[in-house]
């Protein structure tokens, strides 16, 4: 099968977006599948490390987003013109915003059905980037946006249940698929958390708790900050480790020090997640998270399969996730029930121990081969249905 996978967003820059697409992308091709990935540039980067088939083009940057780029159109529509039908069996879109038009106005030129996975959470993301306007005006515009995009393609994938009831509480009637993604193999190899505090100056006794994503408002890192207050009244020597950026680092920074906590937060920035991530998480006590918007939360995969004890919200996607766990504590989004579970865990080692054990179990449920082939049972689906389509035009 040939597939034409287009994104806004895609390595070097570092999110829960660009990790899905490389690991359905790693699986599909060796499946003995074909995946162009169009990406943008990113000026200064190196893109050896590309895996092909891979097109980078000109991009620009976003504007209040220093990380991010996009495509620029007319680089992208000179390269597309050059794809024939036979190029392209299927189009994939992962992104809402230039790789959105583009992959259906290419999709339409060849004839080719097109799919798009819905990432993210728009309704409660927008209002935090375009602070001027009113959050309910940008909660429907956000639901507008999204249900034109969805009737623009011929099926939509969602990571999680709880964002596919969300879709079609919107309007959305094209058909939704939900299928998260998969956590390849590699996610499974030991990290070495004693050479990860020794790195870094964390003591080897020291309670340490987690948090990986992106340093951003919807990440809701604002409460584990202000569960961090209580916690350090619960065990007075913990860290938190914050292994992330993002454009809400110098508010989180100005919080930690408003709040006295600067001898109790480390910020580490991105990481390798082939080596120095997979350190990190094995060298924490317990992983933290508190997200409401997830659309899966591959952070909390990732932790469990370093046999790392999960304290975590379940809202959106992380509902699936943590859905019968035993490595982990679900908890309601309460300041002092957060803590309380997250210091039973630091100062429990037995509790720890057999979280642990379980963490692991929890995360082999999430293979990633698997997810991939039920994506291609989909774009199977869709070229039949398109094939059927013209069949029955054309009679």
């Not at 967003?9 to 570092?14: I, M, N």
């Not at 000109?58 to 024939?84: G, H, I, N, T, Y």
């Amino acid at each position: 099968m040939r597939i034409l996978m287009l994104s806004d967003v895609f390595f070097p820059r570092v999110n829960g977006v660009s990790t899905s697409i490389q690991t359905y992308r790693t699986d599909l091709l060796a499946l003995g599948h074909e995946c162009l990935l169009v990406a943008p540039e990113y000026p200064g980067a190196d893109h050896s490390s590309d895996v092909e088939p891979m097109q980078r083009i000109p991009s620009r940057q976003v504007p209040r987003d220093p990380e991010d780029r996009l495509f620029k159109w007319r680089a992208l529509m000179d390269w597309a013109d050059r794809l024939q039908p036979e190029d392209v069996d299927v189009v994939h879109i992962q992104t809402p915003f230039v790789a959105h038009y583009a992959g259906v106005k290419i999709a339409r030129r060849l004839g080719a059905p097109v799919v798009e996975t819905y990432h993210t959470y728009f309704e409660h993301y927008l209002h935090h980037y375009v602070p001027a306007l009113p959050t309910s005006l940008m909660q429907y515009m956000a639901r507008r946006f999204t249900v034109s995009q969805c009737h623009d393609v011929q099926a939509v994938i969602s990571p999680s249940r709880q964002m596919a009831d969300a879709l079609r509480a919107y309007g959305v009637r094209t058909p939704i698929e939900v299928l998260p993604t998969g956590l390849p193999p590699g996610c499974f190899a030991h990290g070495n958390g004693s050479r990860f505090r020794a790195d870094h100056g964390i003591a080897a006794q020291r309670p340490m708790a987690l948090f990986v994503g992106r340093v951003a408002h919807e990440k809701n890192i604002d409460f584990l900050i202000r569960m961090l207050e209580a916690l350090r009244v619960r065990v007075p020597d913990v860290l938190l480790v914050i292994a992330g950026e993002g454009p809400a680092q110098s508010h989180i920074r100005q919080l930690v020090a408003e709040a006295g906590l600067s001898e109790h937060v480390k910020f580490m920035g991105y990481m390798d997640r082939a080596t120095t991530l997979l350190d990190c998480y094995r060298a924490a006590d317990v992983f933290v998270f508190a997200s409401r918007t997830e659309t899966q939360g591959l952070v909390l995969l990732e932790a469990l399969a370093q046999g790392t004890p999960v304290v975590s919200t379940a809202v959106m996607g992380t509902m699936d996730v943590l859905q019968g766990v035993q490595g982990g504590i679900v908890v309601p989004e309460d300041v002092d029930l957060f803590a309380d579970a997250t210091a039973r865990v630091l100062r429990d080692p037995a509790l720890r121990e057999t979280l642990s054990a379980h963490a692991r179990e929890d995360a082999a449920r999430w293979s990633s081969k698997v997810m991939a082939e039920r994506l291609l049972r989909l774009y199977e689906g869709v070229i039949e249905a398109d094939l059927s389509r013209d069949r029955v035009l054309s009679s």
